[in-house]
């Protein structure tokens, strides 16, 4: 049983905790909500339990599945003991569906098709807006190798057809994720969340967002959509549950 010693970061959805165990730190999740590189701040109430919940169960298929991720265990209502990865200073997006930065980017509208997942890799830096970068950036500025970078792209193409063909399931639609990797004892591994604060998910009847779009753009209802993210996944239906 590793046991908590110390907050050592606090993220914007998250505390990390180191335990007495250096390999293992605890992830708090928190119901604040952040968006638009920090510009805009708020609450959804629940959603740190809620996301906890989700992350287990993702997580876990993924592990079934052979994809290497940092979740060990979750402990209680709001905490789960984790992996202490090194983490990788670039995260990967995967999208299957336009939305967000891409169709602003390529001037397509919100919903169109795209004929092959694309791959995109950021920065991370809320300073600098989390700039698109290519493999040849992240080689020249040293933040992985380049094996490590085609590693990273794969295991994200089988995370996308692993989320993908799970949501299909519960009639919700995978439009993009963003992943965040690190290195442990020699691997690569998946880190941080894959939850609906990392995601974008629609339902595939009525194509309403069932995500931090809906806080994004003041759409209502953030936590109801995170419970139904959470009740077709798991079955677990969640009071609303404030955090202390
Ligand atoms: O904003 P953009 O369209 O680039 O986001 C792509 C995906 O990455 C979305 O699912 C979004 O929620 C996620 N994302 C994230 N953290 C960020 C920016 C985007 O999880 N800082």
């Not at 290497?68 to 200073?89: C, G, K, Q, T, Y």
Request: proline content about 3%; overall charge negative.
């Amino acid at each position: 049983m590793s046991n908590i010693t110390k907050m050592i970061a606090e993220g914007k959805g998250k505390r990390i905790y180191a335990t007495d165990n250096p390999d293992e730190v605890v992830v708090y999740y928190r119901d604040k909500a952040f968006a638009f590189h920090g510009l805009k701040r708020g609450r959804i109430v629940g959603k740190g339990e809620i996301n906890n919940l989700i992350c287990e169960y993702i997580f876990s298929m993924l592990t079934e599945k052979g994809i290497p991720n940092h979740f060990i265990r979750r402990i209680d209502d709001r905490s789960s003991l984790v992996r202490r990865a090194e983490i990788i200073p670039f995260v990967v997006k995967v999208r299957n569906i336009v939305a967000g930065s891409l169709a602003k980017r390529i001037g397509y509208p919100d919903g169109a098709k795209l004929k092959n997942p694309v791959i995109e890799y950021c920065l991370k830096s809320d300073e600098l807006e989390d700039p698109l970068i290519n493999s040849t950036h992240v080689t020249a500025m040293s933040l992985a190798t380049i094996e490590e970078v085609q590693l990273m792209k794969q295991l994200s193409l089988k995370v996308n057809e692993i989320l993908g063909q799970c949501m299909a399931e519960i009639n919700i639609e995978l439009i993009d994720f963003k992943l965040e990797f690190g290195r442990y004892k020699g691997e690569i591994i998946i880190a941080d969340e894959i939850s609906p604060d990392s995601c974008r998910f629609w339902d595939e009847g009525t194509h309403e967002p069932l995500d931090i779009d809906r806080f994004r753009h003041d759409m209502g209802d953030v936590a109801e959509a995170y419970r139904e993210v959470l009740h077709r996944l798991t079955g677990y239906v969640l009071k609303n549950s404030e955090e202390e």
